[in-house]
């Protein structure tokens, strides 16, 4: 492969492919590679797989896209608009007792626990969805995949590097919902006593514990949604395809998961045990339901990402 190979940014841009500095950097770091000599075993010198597609570089990559930012705008604003409902409404800030909504003001543990219950059913499981749904298909749908892996990367590598990136970013965003709502919690109501719906008080320092135990649990919960999301990506060429089909599955296993006819049957659908970490928001704490949770996420999303890495090993690579 040669320089001449290897399209300049002007003809990415009337193309309408995506361009990226460090991704053409990339490209062109491939092209100078590869006009090297090579060596007696046939591989060229100075070549190695370890040092294509950095994961620093990615993470850069990932950071600039303006998707990316609009994300981690909107999840560091919605602790502020939910707190600008409870201002415009009539709330009690002394309320003892209640549902999770109820007691949202009483304490700023309280208000993170109504934050992440208001959002469980359709913005958690988005970040994931987002993130490493649009992975693989963004790039399909940008027609650089080919030139990626002409660099040369290997397969797995791509997949690994950009599937570890996501990760970071999801995990990252799951994490900022909850410290902004801490943060905003304790401006507006105080660093009370987290109040569970059974009238229990647990100390502001238990219930951090709680928070942060919450918080893992959510994060694993949802690696079936990561999981789904990236078989999805190295299946199809759109990022919106990848993206809403893991929303739609999590928005469908909720539904089926409200109809009592099902039965035992409901145990077995991914979304099941969703709120499962609420258990922590009280002194005799049942583990039960949070360790079938995270068991069946495990299964679930060790089942995806495995058909995931098998269909982008053999898939045909046109865009």
Same mark, same amino acid.
């Given at each position: 492969?040669?320089?001449?190979?290897?399209?300049?940014?002007?003809?990415?841009?009337?193309?309408?492919?995506?361009?990226?500095?460090?991704?053409?950097?990339?490209?062109?770091?491939?092209?100078?590679?590869?006009?090297?000599?090579?060596?007696?075993?046939?591989?060229?010198?100075?070549?190695?797989?370890?040092?294509?597609?950095?994961?620093?570089?990615?993470?850069?990559?990932?950071?600039?896209?303006?998707?990316?930012?609009?994300?981690?705008?909107? &999840?560091?604003?919605?602790?502020?608009?939910?707190?600008?409902?409870?201002?415009?409404?009539?709330?009690?800030?002394?309320?003892?007792?209640?549902?999770?909504?109820?007691?949202?003001?009483?304490?700023?543990?309280?208000? &993170?626990?109504?934050?992440?219950?208001?959002?469980?059913?359709?913005?958690?499981?988005?970040?994931?969805?987002?993130?490493?749904?649009?992975?693989?298909?963004?790039?399909?749908?940008?027609?650089?995949?080919?030139?990626?892996? $002409?660099?040369?990367?290997?397969?797995?590598?791509?997949?690994?590097?950009?599937?570890?990136?996501?990760?970071?970013?999801?995990?990252?965003?799951? #994490?900022?919902?909850?410290?902004?709502?801490?943060?905003?919690?304790?401006?507006?109501?105080? $660093?009370?006593?987290?109040?569970?719906?059974?009238?229990? $008080?647990?100390?502001?320092?238990?219930?951090?514990?709680?928070?942060? *135990?919450?918080? &893992?649990?959510?994060?694993?919960? *949802?690696?079936?949604?990561?999981?789904?999301?990236?078989?999805?990506?190295?299946?199809?060429?759109?990022?919106?395809?990848?993206?809403?089909?893991?929303?739609?599955?999590?928005?469908?296993?909720?539904? *089926?998961?409200?109809?009592?006819?099902?039965?035992?049957?409901?145990?077995?659908?991914?979304?099941?045990?969703?709120?499962?970490?609420?258990?922590?928001?009280?002194?005799?704490?049942?583990?039960?339901?949070? $360790?079938?949770?995270? #068991?069946?996420?495990?299964?679930?999303?060790?089942?995806?990402?495995?058909?995931?890495?098998?269909?982008?090993?053999?898939?045909?690579?046109?865009?």
């Amino acid at each position: 492969m040669s320089k001449a190979s290897i399209p300049d940014e002007n003809a990415r841009i009337d193309h309408g492919v995506h361009t990226d500095p460090a991704a053409l950097q990339e490209l062109t770091d491939a092209a100078e590679l590869e006009s090297t000599d090579v060596g007696q075993d046939g591989a060229v010198a100075g070549y190695k797989a370890g040092r294509t597609l950095r994961l620093s570089v990615e993470l850069r990559r990932q950071l600039r896209r303006r998707r990316t930012q609009l994300v981690l705008g909107f &999840v560091a604003l919605l602790p502020f608009i939910l707190v600008l409902a409870f201002q415009i409404g009539e709330t009690s800030p002394n309320r003892r007792s209640g549902g999770f909504v109820d007691l949202a003001t009483a304490s700023a543990p309280n208000f &993170v626990v109504l934050v992440l219950f208001v959002s469980g059913t359709l913005l958690l499981p988005m970040l994931p969805a987002l993130f490493f749904g649009d992975t693989i298909a963004s790039e399909s749908s940008w027609s650089s995949l080919k030139y990626l892996l $002409a660099i040369p990367v290997p397969r797995h590598r791509v997949l690994r590097q950009k599937a570890i990136a996501s990760g970071i970013l999801s995990a990252a965003a799951l #994490l900022l919902l909850p410290l902004v709502a801490l943060v905003v919690g304790v401006i507006w109501y105080g $660093a009370g006593d987290a109040i569970s719906p059974t009238g229990d $008080a647990i100390p502001f320092s238990d219930s951090l514990i709680a928070m942060l *135990l919450s918080y &893992v649990y959510i994060v694993v919960q *949802l690696a079936w949604v990561a999981g789904l999301a990236l078989l999805l990506s190295v299946s199809v060429d759109a990022p919106l395809g990848a993206v809403g089909g893991a929303v739609l599955v999590a928005i469908l296993s909720l539904i *089926l998961d409200q109809i009592t006819a099902l039965a035992g049957l409901r145990d077995y659908l991914p979304t099941h045990f969703s709120f499962a970490w609420m258990d922590l928001i009280a002194k005799d704490i049942n583990w039960t339901n949070m $360790a079938n949770g995270l #068991l069946s996420s495990i299964i679930y999303a060790t089942v995806f990402f495995l058909l995931a890495a098998r269909r982008f090993s053999t898939k045909d690579i046109t865009s």
